[in-house]
């Protein structure tokens, strides 16, 4: 095996949840891609070590969603995504608003609180986990897990009622 | 649909639109390619050094610090800007002269430039308990990709910039640095540097207590993110916590690190001869390999050997490589269990778990598998049954699964990696003899066992 192929082989399984939670924590897919890129290149220069590591996938995860938080701080836009998939039965397109409302109200929150909750709720890491991710204690992901879901019910509610009088 | 279920299915459905098909590599190495040349022709028409662009990037060639560099993760956190402290901070000589001082960084295979002295800063600096200590933040580049350093350097008390050595880095994102060194003989030291307008908790100690927790010693709180304390002699890491708030918001919450040193060569984390014997108690088993596995287990458990037993509860082969399973019974009735696999030089530990003292011979213990040589996850399981036991059963999510353990008195099955589950022995007359989760596999060993519940088996 040449000496990076098991790089290779980490890219090639770990690319696409990266890109995935990447675009969730950005709400940018072109931003998404330069941020697993980047995250992935680091850990390539740094390969041999990182790859002894017991979780390498942990390391990228973590450069990445470090670079995520200080990316947002210097964007004034962000995209905003359209849901086109799998609308049910019924009204076709009362879901998707209703998903679109909750990743709009997921992008108006802090940077470290949603990056918690895309790491909890779509990338399904353990609150240990998380912490690690973030670099903070398992309590601070707990908090603002708990903080984060509460804003989102706040924002979601109203404009979920309104819409169904509008209906 | 609560908000939980209706943020899942919000976020799998936006995480749908991203298309991700295709080759990954391919696309990685393409992005890469098109990455540096778009990098290229941005400065080809300022530097026509840029030619010669490979080299940059091997860090071969300087870039001068105005070219603007890709920046990776490491950007600057709330101590790059924090003022110094530390009872050096208006040493304005000396501080210049650990500017030009700061050396580049020599990572395996690349030279990390310092690119803009000017741009270092010096979050802490002083003489204290014995040593000279400064912390920089250091602005670098490889090549075109930029990124910072968090630096301590150390030295004797009042050491010229010259006289003044690297002695480990972070990140220079990192919100919370600390330096811990400490000797048999000799007092250590203590810095944690913390944004000044953050609080310091800091608990040196721990025990393991009976009921299968891990009781940390009361914590002493400082103000302004600032910790220096000198520490007695101490044998081996005392286990030292570190908690930071910052508005109300813990955002660090781990251990101190540590760097140990004795003039003796004693290593009290080595079990002797008869603890060895002791422990196997009759099995066959390569008694180096054991030595090193428990010398680890003492280490990563922060005990030493002296007066703590330690029982193999199970030895056999997990791929093809020799395994073990075996605890420690610290003093106090706790009751620590590890599992390794491999060899006196290469191994890897599988599991580390802290048992209540009461039952913990009894109990059953299991524990999940990584693909070997990489850190994917498995869904093999091995389980090692108490003596005694007639029926051993994994339960999940639906019925429990009957288990035969082999003849090494383990059992391999399956399991979703993330599927929560617990195993079950049970006696000759239908008795529970014990229980024990199905702890997850963890993603950083550096924490003492017992102190999340990914490594005991009580809340």
Known sequence: ?167 | MNTETTLRDALAAGARTVDVTGDPWAGFARRERTHRRRRRARLAGVAAVLALAGGVQAGVLPLPAWTPGIPVAGLPGPLTDAPTRGNLAGDKAFLAGMRQAVTDVVDPGEVWRVIDRGAITFPYAADVAGRRLVLASVPLRYGFLDDRALVWYEGEPGAAPAGMRESGRSDGGEPVVTYHQGSAEEPGVLVVVAPPDSTVAVSTGFRYTAAGRVEHSAPTSYPNGLVERATQPAPMDPGTTVTVRRDGEVIYDGGAGYGWSNSSGAMPTEPTEATLTAALAGRSFDREILRRWVTQAFGDARLAAAGVGVKVRWTGTVDGQPAALFTLHPAGGAVLAYALHGTADAYRQDLRLLLPGAGAETRPIAWRLRAEGKDDPTSRVYVVAPPGTSRLTLSASGPPVELTPDATGAAVTTLDPDTAASVTAYGGDGSVLGSTPVTQLENDMGGIPGDDLNTRVVP
Request: glycine share 4%.
């Open chain 1, 1 to 167: 095996m040449a000496p990076h192929d098991d790089f290779r082989a980490f890219v090639e399984q770990h690319w696409a949840p990266l890109v995935r939670t990447a675009y969730l924590l950005t709400g940018d897919r072109g931003y998404a891609e330069d941020l697993v890129q980047s995250a992935l290149e680091k850990t390539h220069r740094r390969w041999s070590r990182v790859s002894r590591m017991d979780a390498p996938v942990a390391y990228v995860r973590r450069a990445m969603v470090n670079t995520a938080t200080s990316w947002r701080r210097r964007r004034r836009v962000s995209e905003v995504p359209l849901l086109l998939v799998d609308g049910p039965a019924g009204d076709p397109y009362a879901p998707v608003d209703q998903r679109q409302q909750v990743l709009a109200a997921l992008r108006t929150l802090p940077p470290r609180m949603r990056a918690v909750l895309v790491l909890r709720y779509f990338a399904d890491l353990s609150e240990s986990e998380t912490a690690a991710a973030l670099g903070c204690s398992v309590g601070s992901v707990k908090s603002q897990a708990s903080r984060g879901l509460t804003r989102l019910r706040e924002q979601i509610e109203p404009a979920l009622h309104t819409a169904l009088q509008r209906s």
